[in-house]
Nanobody, 119 residues
Framework: QVQVVESGGGLVQPGGSLRLSCIIS????????MNWYRQAPGNERELVATMSGGGSTNYADSAKGRFTISRDNAKKTVYLQMNSLKPEDTAVYYC?????????????WGQGTQVTVSS
C-alpha cells in the first residue's frame, strides 16, 4: 500500500522561510513526477513546482526565484524550500507523486500541510 505523508508547514512571518517535506512509502517501481500544489481558501488548487523522474524542474511564475523543489531518492522524499515568503503564499500545500506506467499509472496525494504567512 502506497502512503504519502507531508510535514513542515506552519506559521511564518513575511520574508521568512519554510521547508516542506513529503515522503512516499510502499511498493514503487517508477516515479514519473513529483509535484507540489497549493490551494488557498476560495481558490482552485494550483501547481507550484514539479520535478520529473529525470530531475528536470519547473515552477509557477509566482514561485520562481523563491521556491526550490528537490529530492532525496534514497529516502523517497521530495522537498519544497520556500524563501522570501509572502502573505499570498498562505495556503494548504499538497505533494503529489505520479508513479507507474500504463494501466498501473496512478497519482498519490499527501494529506496537505497548512502554510500561513502573517505578521
Amino acid at each position: 500500500q502506497v502512503q504519502v505523508v507531508e510535514s513542515g508547514g506552519g506559521l511564518v512571518q513575511p520574508g521568512g522561510s519554510l521547508r516542506l517535506s513529503c515522503i512516499i512509502s510502499g511498493n514503487i517501481f517508477s516515479i514519473n513526477a513529483m509535484n507540489w500544489y497549493r490551494q488557498a481558501p476560495g481558490n482552485e488548487r494550483e501547481l507550484v513546482a514539479t520535478m520529473s523522474g529525470g530531475g528536470s524542474t519547473n515552477y509557477a511564475d509566482s514561485a520562481k526565484g523563491r521556491f526550490t523543489i528537490s529530492r532525496d531518492n534514497a529516502k523517497k522524499t521530495v522537498y519544497l524550500q520556500m524563501n522570501s515568503l509572502k502573505p499570498e503564499d498562505t495556503a494548504v500545500y499538497y505533494c503529489n507523486f505520479d508513479i507507474g506506467s500504463g494501466i498501473y499509472r496512478k497519482n498519490y496525494w499527501g494529506q496537505g500541510t497548512q502554510v500561513t504567512v502573517s505578521s
